[in-house]
């Protein structure tokens, strides 16, 4: 077996261990974050700095490589840490919204942000989340989080935005 594919299911085991340890399945005081900038505020809700879990589910972008759809082992554990959280609040449904830079034909990045979208759809319903709860959209380049043309610019764009 695979050691990456071993690694990630421990991974993955711990984290619904950890998650399904607590008897409470309460939504975690956490502010929607999707329109936010990246920055480190971010990791703050209400001036407190978060726990692990926490700050994974106050990020709520996922990013992605130039031309890429695969998730970097960084932004796997943001998806886990929603699968996770979605796993124990089974009545939210969840939105994938796919999203590239402006890089690309129109037709491409329609393409590729879904293709991106359905990376994370798949992470989550391997994690157990059921296909009802979920919704997949792509905007391709038509949504940028960033105006500038340049790398910084173009890495913001390249996402997946999680929104429940």
């Known amino acids: 077996m695979d050691k990456k594919f071993l690694l990630a299911i421990l991974g993955i085991s711990a984290l619904f261990l950890t998650a399904c340890g607590g008897s409470e399945a309460t939504k975690p005081d956490v502010e929607d974050k999707s329109v936010g900038t990246g920055t480190s505020a971010d990791t703050e809700v209400s001036g407190k700095p978060l726990d692990a879990r926490g700050d994974l589910l106050d990020k709520r972008r996922v990013y992605f490589a130039y031309d890429s759809s695969a998730v970097d082992e960084e932004n796997r554990a943001i998806v886990e840490a929603h699968a996770a959280y979605l ?19 129109r037709e491409y990045n329609l393409a590729l942000g879904e293709r991106r979208a359905q990376a994370v759809e798949r992470m989550v319903r391997v994690l157990g989340l059921s296909a009802d709860r979920i919704k997949t959209v792509s905007y391709g380049e038509e949504k940028p989080v960033a105006m500038d043309h340049n790398d910084a610019a173009w890495a913001l764009n390249r996402r997946v935005e999680i929104i429940y």
């Open 87 to 105: 796993a124990a609040n089974k009545n939210i449904k969840v939105v994938f919204e796919g999203h590239a830079d402006e890089r690309g034909s």
